[in-house]
């Protein structure tokens, strides 16, 4: 088959448009990657040639020989479509966790995304916690990136405050959403503080710069990143009109919420507010 043919490849440049739609990937801002399928990479093995191992940036053994494809580093989202062979890469990792070396595209060079330590620390993460996750997702969400200069930088309270703004969040991120204060981007701090979240958490915002999503595939991965920026969107409307609010979700009515949709949801989220 085709590289371009592939399914798994088709999936990954839609959800790469569909986040260029949203307005999330000014410039080359954002980054996407995808766990191959052993059965994908097989299906595509004939396009594939071994460029030279270059290091990670960091250790992760548990992903050993695996394959990622993943968007390239200074590439835009809005060039994905219509040049993906210049724009993503699918990479494999050597047996140790601490190489890869690109085995198609980017065919006029480049490296895979700067925030490949990041990627790559949250697939091992959540490969260890469950085998399905294979999707992880940066993206530049206006709403979420505009609260992180208005609400404290904790857990708890972009948690709570984006599940009040629309009653299907808690459903859709029940564990909730994790902070990471504002840091230098694309090294293995950064990697080390948003995968310690992902530990937690499905969502990790960067303070004053972005989010990270993590799912099992690209519709679950894009549609928690959506849920999670359109529940900020409206926060930031409601914000915009008063600062308070007449009336809201209370930790009551989330616990029924809990028991009809059958969720868990943390107590530490629905505290009392004064
Ligand atoms: O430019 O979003 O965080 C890509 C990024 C870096
Ligand atoms: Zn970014």
Redesign the pocket.
């Known amino acids: 088959m085709k590289f371009l043919d592939a399914e798994f490849v088709q999936g990954f440049i839609r959800m790469a448009t569909d986040g260029w739609d949203q307005g999330w990937h000014e ?5 996407l990657s995808y766990r191959v399928k052993a059965e994908e990479v097989e299906s595509v093995k004939e396009n594939l040639t071994a460029g030279a191992w270059q290091p990670i940036g960091t250790s992760v053994p548990q992903l050993a020989c695996e394959y990622f494809l993943v968007t390239g ?2 590439k835009f989202f809005r060039n994905v479509s219509i040049k993906p062979e210049d724009s993503i890469c699918m990479i494999e990792l050597d047996e140790t966790g601490e190489q890869y070396r690109i085995v198609w595209g980017l065919v006029n060079g480049g490296r895979p ?3 490949l330590p990041s990627h790559l620390m949250n697939h091992e993460v959540k490969k260890l916690k469950d085998e399905k996750y294979r999707v992880i997702y ?1 993206a ?1 969400t206006t709403n979420i990136i505009a609260l992180t200069f208005v609400l404290p930088l904790e857990d708890k309270v972009f948690t709570r405050e984006l599940w009040e703004m629309a009653t299907e969040c808690p459903v859709v991120f029940p564990d909730g959403i994790g902070v990471v204060p504002w840091m230098v ?2 090294g293995r701090d950064i990697a080390v503080a948003t995968s310690k979240l992902m530990e937690k958490y499905d969502l990790a915002i ?1 303070a004053h ?2 989010m990270f999503a993590a799912g099992e595939d690209f519709d679950l991965t894009f549609g928690l990143m959506h849920t999670a920026e359109k529940s900020a969107e409206i926060l930031v409307k409601m914000l915009s009109m008063r600062p308070d609010k007449l009336q809201t979700i209370t930790p009551t009515d989330f616990r029924d919420l809990a028991k009809d949709f059958k969720v868990n949801l943390p107590e530490e989220f629905l505290y009392e507010k004064n």
């Open positions: 410039r080359n801002g954002g980054n580093s200074g995304t700067s925030e940066h530049h981007p694309g960067w710069h972005g």
